[in-house]
């Protein structure tokens, strides 16, 4: 197994990059594997690609990219049983197969043993291969997790082993899941926990960061797919984390923020980074074939003091509204992700899918906006009511005292 030891900057700068090219070919492989009960028992989410290298006929190397993965299927995963661990058994294109086991050794689990093996049969993917037939490399990973912790590694993890590189990241996956619940309590990765060790040097004063009350600035975000815009957002965004007792509020600087994302026919992500958030993840999803809301949210916040604040809840519904149109919500808006963490909105519109020709198609307002309209409205019409009646009576009153009009 070899490991690329990367300078932590240059790592930093890998985590952006390996962002940006995220966008461009989304492909998220999730598993959620149940027992006979219907509990779940191994939750993961993650995204992966290989580059493998192979002799041809003519003794020349050839070197083949496998991405994005079609045709997945996840045939084989199981929760395990008194004696095994549970694995993850993925096809995908053809010929393809990866595995992965887990092992609990009690107050910890293990992601054990990856195993990949592809077959150079496939003609098409291994023109004029030497040696034809199924090829397996594995790997002992070893990485261990505190029970009912769910391990988190948002970097680039790359193996290296005879003809093929391994690359992993935006890894989100929990074995021996306690009583069917996904934990939210998450074990980063060494590559995630050292990208924050370099973030005290960034903040300027670590010990006296004033609480902002003023208002966050209002940012204009995008996402781009192809050469067409699929995502836009505007919102300002202040968050709100409770940390040990500690209310932390931070305002997004929208100058200074990264903007990620992807946008699939039924999910579409949006993801923002600076040097205090080493990501803000919103994801999207499609209820009924006909309305969109926010359905998940992950955070991991940089702290004034240098610890690192992270948390995701993915059964949110927030900022709800029919397919083709955006979400408005002009007045401060309080979105809960989590007891500790909240995030208050300013002037936002959002528009997930069906983003056409890169403008916001029309706006479904927050209950909050309506009533700001709706209460002038009423008072306005009852005003102008009161005083139509006023002056008719005036001038009732007037004709009935005076005789002539030009006293008017
Ligand atoms: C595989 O993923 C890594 C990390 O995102 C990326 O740098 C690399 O270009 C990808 N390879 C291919 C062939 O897409
Ligand atoms: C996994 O599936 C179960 C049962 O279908 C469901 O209750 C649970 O919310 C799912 N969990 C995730 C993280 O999707
Ligand atoms: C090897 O063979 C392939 C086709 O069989 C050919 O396209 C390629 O140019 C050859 N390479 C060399 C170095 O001769
Ligand atoms: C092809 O790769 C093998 C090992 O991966 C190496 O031993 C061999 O020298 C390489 N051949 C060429 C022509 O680069
Ligand atoms: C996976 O299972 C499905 C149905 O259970 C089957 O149609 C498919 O062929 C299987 N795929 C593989 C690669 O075994
Ligand atoms: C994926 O499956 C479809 C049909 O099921 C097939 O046409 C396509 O060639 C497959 N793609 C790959 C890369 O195997
Ligand atoms: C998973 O574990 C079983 C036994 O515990 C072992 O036989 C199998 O080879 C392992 N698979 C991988 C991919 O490591
Ligand atoms: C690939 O293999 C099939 C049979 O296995 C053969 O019919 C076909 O001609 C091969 N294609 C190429 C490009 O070599
Ligand atoms: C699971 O349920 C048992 C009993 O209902 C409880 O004692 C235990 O704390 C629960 N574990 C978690 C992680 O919620
Ligand atoms: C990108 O734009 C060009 C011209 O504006 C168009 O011809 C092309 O089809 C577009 N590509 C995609 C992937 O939308
Ligand atoms: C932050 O959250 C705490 C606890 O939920 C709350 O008391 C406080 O008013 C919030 N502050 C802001 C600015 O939203
Ligand atoms: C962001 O940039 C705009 C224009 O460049 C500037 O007016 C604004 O003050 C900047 N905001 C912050 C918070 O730096």
Redesign the pocket.
């Given at each position: 197994m070899v490991c690329f030891r990367l300078a932590p900057v240059l790592r930093v700068k890998l985590f952006l990059v390996c962002l940006a090219l995220g966008a461009a070919q989304p492909f998220t492989l999730e598993l959620n594997l149940t027992n006979s009960e219907k509990a779940t028992c191994l939750y993961a989410k993650w995204q992966m690609n290989f580059t493998i290298q192979y002799e041809t006929t003519n003794n020349t190397n050839n070197t083949v990219n496998i991405s994005p993965l079609d045709n997945v299927t996840y045939n084989g995963s199981n929760c395990g049983d008194d004696h095994t661990g549970p694995k993850v058994a993925v096809q995908f294109r053809s010929g393809f197969s990866w595995n992965v086991n887990f092992t609990k050794e009690t107050p910890n689990y293990s992601i054990d043993r990856i195993s990949f093996s592809y077959d150079t049969k496939d003609n098409k993917t291994f023109p004029d291969a030497k040696y034809k037939g199924i090829v397996t490399v594995s790997d002992a990973v070893a990485v261990k997790i505190p029970l009912n912790d769910i391990f988190r590694c948002n970097s680039l993890l790359i193996y290296e082993k005879n003809d093929v590189v391994q690359h992993y990241w935006s890894i989100l996956v929990q074995a021996f899941v306690q009583n069917g619940t996904v934990s939210r309590e998450e074990f980063l990765c060494e590559e995630d926990k050292s990208l924050t060790t370099i973030a005290p040097t960034i903040v300027p004063s670590p010990t006296t960061t004033p609480?902002p009350?003023e208002r966050p600035e209002v940012g204009n975000y995008s996402v781009t797919q192809g050469n067409s815009t699929c995502l836009l957002a505007t919102m300002g965004l202040?968050l709100?984390i409770?940390h040990d007792k500690v209310?932390s509020?931070i305002n997004i600087n929208p100058n200074t923020t990264d903007v990620t994302g992807s946008c699939q026919p039924k999910t579409a992500e949006l993801k923002l980074n600076n040097s205090d958030i080493k990501y803000l993840e919103f994801v999207f999803a499609v209820k009924n074939e006909n309305r969109f809301y926010l359905k998940e949210v992950n955070a991991s916040i940089v702290l004034a003091n240098g610890s690192v604040f992270s948390t995701a809840n993915n059964s949110l519904s927030y900022w709800d509204a029919p397919l083709g149109s955006s979400y408005m919500c002009n007045k401060e808006d309080?979105l809960s992700v989590s007891?500790a963490f909240?995030i208050?909105t300013f002037g936002l519109r959002i528009q997930p899918f069906n983003v056409k020709e890169g403008v916001y198609s029309t706006a479904q307002e927050c209950s909050l906006d309506d009533d700001t309209i709706l209460i002038p409205i009423v008072v306005g019409a009852g005003l102008s009511g009161l005083i139509i009646v006023i002056v008719i009576a005036y001038l009732i009153g007037r004709r009935k005292s005076y005789a002539g009009y030009q006293t008017l």
């Open positions: 609480t009350k202040q709100n409770t209310a509020v309080t007891e909240q208050n």
